[in-house]
């Protein structure tokens, strides 16, 4: 009892009973549960508990449910959007009881604070401000800043967000660029965790997703088995410019292979993990378009990389610095990240001296 509890928890339960008593619908065969079911700490998922064919709807979410906003005919700016939809949940929050989204609103109340870089610690942002270095960081429609994979935040609740003289709590901006989809916040669709691996998308959904008010159905892009995660990719990196460092700026983790780094106009570096014939797994970089960065300027990136690991990690591990455990695993994971990177591409770069 106590261990099914811990798999599931209240709130997710609550939240399937008010997704099926508003009309909606859930595949049996789906299940949302933490990624390790003894460890409650962990993080929530969605699994294909026994084998569904290719094209089934997985769930149905009644278009009553999302918390959108509403289409005024206007070309809505991504900052625009991002801060109406976190104001429209804080004032869902804030109405307690009589929120019409309360089994939504519980589940997000379970959230901590502090997922992602901007919300991290102190210690933490500065740690990972020298790892990210002169890194080059994509906004929604330009290049910003390298500091602003942890200042964005800060910035959206001081300046983009506030209204007048009223600043917006951070979280609820965390909160939204973490679940939210475009204009919406889709309750239960937005448990589903991240994958940019081919072979790991394996759901796709219904072109009601831009349309407002509509219903929105989720169906299975393969045939799945059973035990399987089911994943999307928050974002095509193929076609926008949210690479591996924006990924971890706006939800909190470096994603799998394959790694995508865009750092500079028209240079992009694809890095992924593959096994080869004596089933090793070994690094393949490659640059988009055969357009990659000056060797001295990897060799820069790959000095300064080791710099951090030589001088800053043995300290903070002798937690001089204390960087929260949990930020200084992300954080580590990035900088190997980025080390492979650098070192799997240079051998493709040009050196302007020969
Ligand atoms: C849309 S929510 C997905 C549901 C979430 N895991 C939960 O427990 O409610 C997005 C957040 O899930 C986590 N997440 C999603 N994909 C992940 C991945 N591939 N690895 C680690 N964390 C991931 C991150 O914290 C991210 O900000």
Redesign the pocket.
Known sequence: EESAFIRHSQEVHNLIQWLESAGGFLDSRVEIRRLDPEDPSS???VFANAPIQENEILMRIPGELKIQIVDDGNDWEYDEEVCELSWMLKAEFEKGDKSKFLPYINYLRT?VEG??PGAWSSAGQGLLLKVQGGLRINGAYEEEEPSSIVSWLRSYAEEECAVGDETLDPHFIALTV??GYDSALIPIY??????NHPEKVNTMTDSSLHDFDDEFTVQALRHLKAGEELHYAYHDTSSDEWGTPEILRD???V??YPHTFHISDGVTIVVDQVESDDGQLEYVASCLNENCPESSWIEEKVQALMEVEEILLPEVAMAKLQVPPRELAIIKEYHQALLVAFSSISSKCPDPDT
């Open positions: 993080y929530f998922g959230q997922q992602i973490q679940r937005d448990m589903l965790n991240h994958s939800f909190g983790f994603e799998g």
